[in-house]
């Protein structure tokens, strides 16, 4: 199983909105709508910010949202806010009872 | 409120193998999948392996060095690494499963550090 494609970093001002892209396989991505998405803080355990494609847990802000189209999904944090700096790292069902990863996504709040 | 809280720090040397621990706690155990996702130094997450009723599936990079156990009357899970590599050094995470509400790990342990090293 073959980790899910992120780029290695992003970058914004804040304000502005990035999208980070999570591509996979009809495996996985593209086969099933759940797709879900964490927020690592350095030296800290990852968060949930995203779930089932385009869910937010209770508590995660309006401006992250999500989407999928085919083998990729994105993540979209929309009005960027220096704590939103972050690694970000996406994670797909990849059938039988098993997940895959991306590789991660480092956001710079420039 | 839920939470899952995991045994200490772990150092072994390369052949050894080790066992973490992964109290559950503020939800019922039974009714939520686990898996263990862990984490090298510098790099992104991994799933390792599921457990839920006592059925297991493991990643096929670690099938075969991997077991993954429940103790529901401890509410507790456990994870035995064996045939531990200096690639094995990682932090490992338990991770509950959301639920029939969706899918995603909503609970994560805090985490454990196990070193391998001669």
């Known amino acids: 199983q073959s980790a899910l494609t992120q780029p290695r970093s992003v970058s914004g001002s804040p304000g502005q909105s990035v999208t980070i892209s999570c591509t996979g396989t009809?495996?996985?991505?593209?086969?099933?709508?759940?797709v879900s998405w964490y927020q690592q803080d350095p030296g800290k355990v990852p968060k949930l910010i995203l779930y089932?494609?385009?869910k937010r847990p209770s508590g995660v802000p309006g401006r992250f949202s999500g989407s999928k189209s085919d083998n990729t999904a994105s993540l979209t944090i929309s009005a960027l806010q220096a704590e939103d700096e972050a690694d970000y790292y996406c994670?797909?069902?990849?059938?039988?009872?098993?997940?895959?990863f991306g590789g991660g996504t480092k956001l710079t709040v420039l | 409120q839920a939470q899952l809280v995991q045994s200490g720090a772990e150092v072994k040397k390369p052949g050894a193998s080790v066992k973490v621990s992964c109290k559950a706690s503020?939800?019922?155990?039974?009714?939520?999948?686990l898996s263990w996702v862990r984490q090298a130094p510098g790099q992104g997450l991994e799933w390792m392996g599921w457990?839920?009723?006592?059925?297991?599936n493991y990643a096929q990079k670690v099938q075969g060095r991997v077991t993954l156990t429940t103790d529901t009357s401890t509410n507790t899970a456990y994870m035995d690494l064996r045939s531990l590599r200096s690639d094995d050094t990682a932090v490992y995470y338990c991770?509950?499963?959301?639920?029939?509400?969706?899918?995603?790990?909503?609970?994560w342990g805090q985490g454990t550090m196990v070193t391998v090293s001669s």
């Open positions: 457990i839920y009723s006592g059925n297991t």
């Open positions: 991770v509950r499963d959301i639920g029939p509400a969706g899918d995603a790990f909503d609970i």
């Open positions: 009809s495996r996985d991505v593209g086969a099933y709508n759940y």
């Open positions: 503020g939800y019922t155990f039974v009714n939520h999948g």
């Open positions: 089932d494609v385009t």
């Open positions: 994670c797909s069902f990849a059938g039988t009872s098993s997940w895959v």
